[in-house]
């Protein structure tokens, strides 16, 4: 007759533990990293590097964000810069890869993952106050490592499985799982190469793919900087008002004023190409 009762008294207090055990692991993540006062002084953060593909192919890569959530993409290919921006309320990019120079909304998945990138601190830090739920769901290990899983909800449903190694107590594996047009998506991303920015240590090196892929893509950055003024302004889509008045209104431009081209020689069209957007934070 006593046992329900033992059972009643585990269920009542296994949940305080879960959560006494989540916040631990939370604060001693925050104290590795620099601390929450820390963080919160990066007002805005700048990064450039290089991101590698399946295929081979290597881009240069930069990125710009600023608190609130305003974030800024920039890939360039082959000669080509494309844009890939978010204002904090619409998205938007420019493809010349595509054949297309002007600026035009984003795809909902695109729009979904830059939403994700906007808020650069990632989703482990004030998660209460961003409405993220996290879990501990236990040991792992990765490559070797023992890790503490946490499995985070974001308020639209995703869920990513952070795992922390027990020495560091930061993340060096980040599994995602996405709802994208009524299909899950998979993907795991190994983080690592640690370094300081203004007291803040943040990931140089992540390398992505989806999940059961034989093929890995690759970002190595070069160099972050932080509070780097930045008009917001530059993260808004392009004004029509830029374009000449013919163009605005849909009509060709004036004849008279348009100097007569050089024929040009046929050229092969180049190899379409086209980088993702999103990356596990």
């Known amino acids: 007759m006593r046992k329900p009762v033992v059972v009643a008294f585990i269920a009542l207090f296994a949940s305080p533990l879960i959560a006494q055990t989540t916040d631990e692991i939370i604060a001693r993540f925050l104290k590795t990293v620099g601390g929450t006062d820390k963080i919160e002084s990066v007002k805005s953060l700048r990064r450039v590097g290089k991101f590698q593909s399946g295929g081979g192919t290597e881009y240069r890569l930069t990125e710009e964000y600023k608190r609130p959530n305003l974030a800024r993409q920039e890939y360039t290919i082959q000669g080509m810069t494309g844009v890939y921006a978010y204002d904090g309320r619409n998205g938007w990019k420019i493809e010349p890869w595509q054949g297309k120079k002007d600026p035009e909304a984003m795809g909902e998945e695109e729009l ?20 993220n739920k996290i879990e501990y769901v236990g040991m792992d290990s990765v490559e070797g490592t023992d890790t503490f899983k946490l499995k985070v909800t974001s308020p639209n449903g995703d869920v990513r499985y952070y795992y922390l190694d027990t020495a560091y107590y930061v993340p060096i594996k980040v599994d995602t799982k996405r709802i994208v047009r009524g299909a899950e998506r998979e993907y795991e991303s190994i983080v690592g190469d640690y370094k300081e920015v203004i007291g803040w240590y943040l990931p140089y090196s992540f390398e992505t793919k989806s999940k059961g892929s034989a093929t890995s893509q690759k970002i190595v950055w070069e160099s972050m900087t932080a509070n780097v003024p930045r008009d917001d302004a530059r993260f808004r889509m392009p004004s029509a008002a830029a374009k000449p008045p013919q163009e605005r209104q849909g009509q060709p431009p004036d004849a008279s004023q348009v100097q007569p081209k050089k024929p040009e020689e046929k050229k092969q069209a180049p190899e379409e190409k086209k980088p993702p957007v999103g990356r596990a934070r």
Do not use: M, T
């Open 112 to 131: 979904k993952s830059i939403i994700e990138d906007a808020d650069f601190e990632g989703p482990l830090v004030n998660y209460r106050q961003k409405g």
